[in-house]
């Protein structure tokens, strides 16, 4: 796993050879390097004979084969103080682990310890917990505190590489693409399949019976091509109560564009255009005009899953850019959060979106919008299932959507027909 492309290309060509090889210890070895020294000696070896030869010198080592074997995975070692390591290891490992949530990845580029090497000190241990920008108290004890609500650096939680673009909540510059190959095995379909929920659906978590069941065989068994698939998904229930009847319609329209396009509405003629296909041809046609486009072809063709198109690109204005960070929210963020549009004012007067430019400020991190704090009067989604035979009236399954106020008649009027309650969930 270490020689492989993938791990060459995160821990070895995308930081600093520092950062590198103390990032080879900590995963091959589970402890920091002991010196500078020992750092140099690699970096010098990497310089001479490559990656691999770094790899092998401590996956060879003495160290390695006394401490895990053949038939063990390393595990850190530091956290116990053995009796063969400085009490160093200790904050140094913790200088590099930073927090459970974290990845080494989105720590960016540069050291962790090349001053507490390079001076024979222990770094500082820094308390995961504290508020970003807070400081220990004068007694130099370490106050364990919770983040203030909506407060966040964009840097804690970051699942990718570390670039300028994790402050921007997008990971990478470069997305991450995925295309459908003759011969794909199960786990890469699979993985297929997720990525267009994540796309489509604007990063949700599903439940499976609001999953596009049918359309995922089809895809499976190679009756549906990627683009059908998105098609599918598109024109499923689940996205229609989504962002269809919950949602403004130029909101609808806007997370459209993210979805299927991969891109913010340009302007506001594109805007019109498609409100006008919406009011004239109905929903349906508004899903085709994006899945059957000249653009959804030359960009993703049949079988690639829609990305976020975040390069720049021939023809596309600079703002393009900051309308779809402005849309982005950030990695926990999901589309069913907001149902006011994020672009009407940018795209009508052709300006750069207001909070655009770090996750702290954006909707989602800054409270919940749970509809309104009195019951009565917040909304919600009833699923009933189809009817029994024996019963009274056999229907369909259905959807209501009610007040909070009118809960309790509605539940009986559906009893009294004989349906059955599938769930009752808050519209946002």
């Known amino acids: 796993m270490a020689k492989s492309s993938f791990y060459k290309n995160r821990f070895f060509l995308s930081v600093a050879p520092q950062r590198g090889i103390e990032l080879n210890f900590k995963h091959l070895l589970r402890l920091p390097p002991h010196s500078q020294a020992e750092t140099s000696a690699k970096i010098s070896l990497q310089a001479q004979h490559r990656q691999a030869a770094v790899i092998d010198s401590i996956d060879d080592s003495a160290e390695y084969l006394e401490v895990f074997g053949s038939n063990v995975v390393p595990y850190a070692r ?21 927090s459970f949530a974290g990845s080494d990845s989105a720590r960016g580029g540069s050291s962790s310890l090349t001053t507490s090497l390079g001076r024979g000190m222990a770094p500082r241990i820094s308390v995961p917990s504290q508020p970003v920008g807070s400081r220990t108290s004068a007694g130099g004890g370490a106050r364990f505190a919770s983040k203030a609500p909506g407060v966040t650096s964009g840097k804690d939680n970051a699942p990718m590489r570390g670039d300028s673009y994790v402050f921007f909540g997008l990971g990478q510059r470069e997305q ?148 779809h960070l402005k849309l ?22 052709g300006t750069v979106p207001g909070g655009w430019s770090s996750t702290t400020t954006r909707i989602n991190r800054t409270g919940t919008q749970s509809g309104a704090p009195d019951p009565t009067k917040k909304r919600f989604r009833i699923v009933v299932g189809a009817q029994a035979a024996r019963g009274r009236q056999r229907t369909a399954g259905n959807t209501y959507l009610v007040s909070g106020k009118d809960m309790s008649s509605q539940m009986k009027y559906i009893h009294a027909r004989g349906g059955k309650i599938v769930s009752i969930t808050e519209v946002m």
């Open 78 to 98: 530091s956290w116990s103080s053995p009796a063969d390591l400085s009490t160093a290891a200790f904050p140094m490992l913790a200088a590099l682990e930073k």
């Open 176 to 323: 991450e693409t995925y295309q459908r190959c003759p011969g794909d095995s199960p786990d890469q379909l699979a993985a297929l399949i997720r990525a267009s929920y994540k796309q489509v659906m604007g990063n949700p978590h599903l439940m499976e019976f609001e999953r596009a069941i049918s359309a995922e065989s089809k895809f499976i068994d190679g009756y549906l091509s990627t683009r059908e698939f998105v098609r599918a998904i598109g024109l499923s229930a689940e996205y229609k109560r989504r962002f269809f009847e919950t949602n403004a319609p130029y909101r609808f329209i806007e997370l459209n564009f993210k979805h299927f396009l991969g891109r913010a509405p340009k302007s506001q003629a594109e805007i019109s255009q498609h409100t006008k296909i919406l009011a004239e041809g109905g929903y349906d046609a508004e899903i085709a005009s994006y899945v059957d486009c000249e653009e959804y072809q030359s960009t993703f063709g049949e079988d690639t899953v829609p990305f976020a198109r975040i390069l720049s690109e021939n023809g596309r204005s600079q703002v393009a850019f900051n309308r």
């Open 328 to 349: 982005a929210e950030g990695f926990a963020a999901s589309d069913t959060v907001q149902t006011s549009s994020s672009l009407v004012t940018s795209v009508a007067t």
